[in-house]
């Protein structure tokens, strides 16, 4: 440990100078803001040039792209050729259709988890480069864009809602006007951790409101959020757009889990890890 007379030169009671525990404070927090555009989100390799959704060749190869083996109504993967899952086959989903990038797994999985929990604000335009190039392949034609609210609490403990920060690149990519506070959470429902299909549906009822009802009336809506798991959340938002007045709903994420059965818990990491973090 430094003496009196060392502290008075400027060192830290650790031996460290202020000066330098300030770069070192300061180069922390900018890697949590900003990323190299010529450095892969996924793994930090060098890329030859910047690329649209920040991933080098490698991390994609790894990653599931969403193409046509899908549900046609939630966008999930389907494990046969049939055109729809049998959760939305079997239940009412409200939106009109949601579309992923990727598979909720692997490297989809590292980032989202990143910019969710992990403070990685950055992560964010990459992502929604991915997202809207999913919105332009789907022929979406939409108005408007809303993010998936956060309840009050949840987001003043995490410090911002990661469905807005998406929310708002994607608006500013397509140049479509973004709908704040139209549409909020107005109860914290419980996690939704190891809850079927049913409960999920139950626990989510109710938990969202639409506030401005005029800035939806006859709108064609694209609702983001960053992971559809059995699409329980989505169609709850689309249900109360609807009810407002809303001419479609449309919903577009970064990831989709796989097809989970209707009889089975499904295990959602994240709101665990959610949890965790408290």
Known sequence: ????????????????????????????????????????????????????????????????????????????????????????????????????????????????????????????????????????????????????????KRKKKRGYNQSELLAE????????????GALEKIRDNKAQAKLRVNEREENVRGAYEVKDKAAVKGKRILVVDDVITTGATASEVAHMLYKAKARSVKVLTYASTRYTAPSENIFDEEDVYEDEMV
Do not use: W
């Open 169 to 180: 690149e994607i608006s500013g990519q397509l140049k479509l006007p973004l709908l704040t």
């Open 1 to 152: 440990m430094k003496t009196g007379t060392e502290a008075k030169r400027g060192y830290g009671v650790f031996g460290t100078r202020r000066g330098d525990r300030a770069k070192i404070f300061f180069r922390k927090a900018r890697s949590l803001l900003y990323v190299d555009r010529c450095v892969c989100v996924g793994c930090g390799a060098e890329l030859p040039q910047s690329v649209r959704g920040g991933l080098c060749s490698e991390c994609l190869s790894r990653s599931i792209a969403l193409g046509s083996d899908i549900c046609a109504k939630c966008g999930r993967i389907v494990a046969n050729e049939a055109d729809y899952c049998d959760t939305c086959i079997n239940r009412d989903r409200h939106f009109e259709k949601a579309r992923s990038c990727f598979v909720y797994d692997g490297v989809p999985k590292k980032l989202i988890y990143g910019l969710k929990f992990g403070g990685k604000r950055y992560l964010a335009p990459f992502l929604a480069e991915s997202m809207t190039d999913r919105y332009l392949d789907e022929n979406y034609d939409c108005d408007c864009v809303i993010a998936v609210p956060l309840s009050e």
